[in-house]
């Protein structure tokens, strides 16, 4: 019997799959960023507008000798079991593998973030083929963290479902704060933690009254 998919991660998938970030993607430098909006009619995810995905190159790729791959077609049996073995790793591993020059990292505002292969596929349909206008947090996002690497991710507190991903290092470095609970929510800041932009933003009661008695007072 299947059970009813997780629609949200929680505080321990949150520390399984920062395991798993610095695990496989710690070093890769960010290629381009892209809105999730073509995937939001597929099972990938609900809703494109909070949904952002990561074109990560993998520096230690190119650093394989290129006899390696001729002296592995030279033999046939080699081959087909090489073939087998790289089908039967399916799409899980396209992070994990050195041989691969990139991966996709799909971060989902308020919901979940994951590697994933289903994107490479659909990212030219969301401003991938660079003709499409990316949405202005996107532009962002491209603006301060391209060409970074990611440098670290880091759950805050004791399973709190928000991560601390560090793109750079030193004065260049730039932190992306993903938050996972109720709306959630994605704040870009330098490498002193000031706010260079928000996806979501709310203005509190007391701020909306006090502006509002200000404007009154003044008329």
Do not use: W
């Amino acid at each position: 019997m299947g059970g009813k998919q997780k629609s949200r991660f929680d505080g321990l998938d949150v520390a399984a799959m920062t395991s798993h970030v610095r695990r496989t993607l710690l070093g890769h430098k960010v290629a381009n960023v892209y809105d999730g909006s073509a995937l939001s009619a597929s099972s990938e995810t609900s809703s494109g507008k909070s949904t952002y995905v990561f074109k990560l190159a993998n520096p230690n790729a190119s650093t394989l000798p290129s006899s390696s791959t001729a002296t592995s077609i030279s033999s046939g049996d080699a081959n087909n079991d090489g073939n087998k073995a790289a089908a039967t790793s399916g799409c899980s591993n396209i992070s994990s593998n050195s041989n691969s020059n990139r991966a996709m990292l799909l971060i989902e505002s308020g919901v979940r973030f994951h590697t994933t292969s289903y994107a490479s596929s659909t990212t030219a349909a969301a401003g991938g083929d660079g003709r499409s206008m990316p949405s202005p947090f996107a532009s962002k996002l491209r603006k301060h963290l391209r060409n970074l690497r990611l440098e670290n991710a880091t759950q805050l507190g004791e399973l709190d479902r928000v991560v601390d991903f560090r793109f750079g290092s030193g004065s260049v470095a730039h932190h992306l704060i993903l938050e996972l609970y109720a709306q959630g929510n994605l704040i870009l800041c330098d490498a002193e933690y000031r706010i260079l932009a928000l996806l979501r933003t709310h203005e509190y009661a007391s701020t909306a009254a006090s502006s509002s008695s200000s404007s009154s007072s003044s008329s």
